[in-house]
């Protein structure tokens, strides 16, 4: 069974750092691009950022570019999104997800509150 457990979400001030974990279990992790999604209160969801199975290259939404970064962990099956220079607009439920055999499959997601 695919599982995906997000976690590091909290409440950090305008301009702090946060560092969201992804552990993933069930199936080949290596092997699959994995994405970070988020939905903040209200709004639909916004896909951030995506990493190549290898972790050699990742893409980002332009509005995270340069304070973002994704990068993953293959031996230990563990995805990271490192979040810097927070905005209140960054405030959102963070999901990992990837596509397998033609199926999404998401995590439970960690909130994230950008607030003074």
């Known amino acids: 069974e695919v599982q995906l457990v997000e976690s590091g979400g909290g409440l950090v001030q305008p301009g702090g750092s946060l560092r969201l974990t992804c552990a993933a279990s069930?199936?080949?992790?290596?092997?699959?691009?994995m994405s970070w999604v988020r939905q903040a209160p209200g709004k639909g969801l916004e896909w951030v950022s995506v990493?190549?199975?290898?972790?050699?290259?990742?893409s980002y939404v332009d509005s995270v570019k340069g304070r973002f970064t994704t990068s993953r962990d293959n031996a230990k099956n563990t995805l990271y999104l490192q979040m810097n220079s927070l905005k209140p607009e960054d405030t959102a439920v963070y999901y990992c997800?990837?596509?397998?055999?033609?199926?999404?499959?998401w995590g439970k997601g960690t909130l994230v509150t950008v607030s003074s």
């Open positions: 069930g199936f080949t992790f290596s092997s699959y691009a």
């Open positions: 990493i190549h199975s290898s972790g050699g290259s990742a």
């Open positions: 997800a990837t596509r397998g055999n033609g199926k999404d499959y």
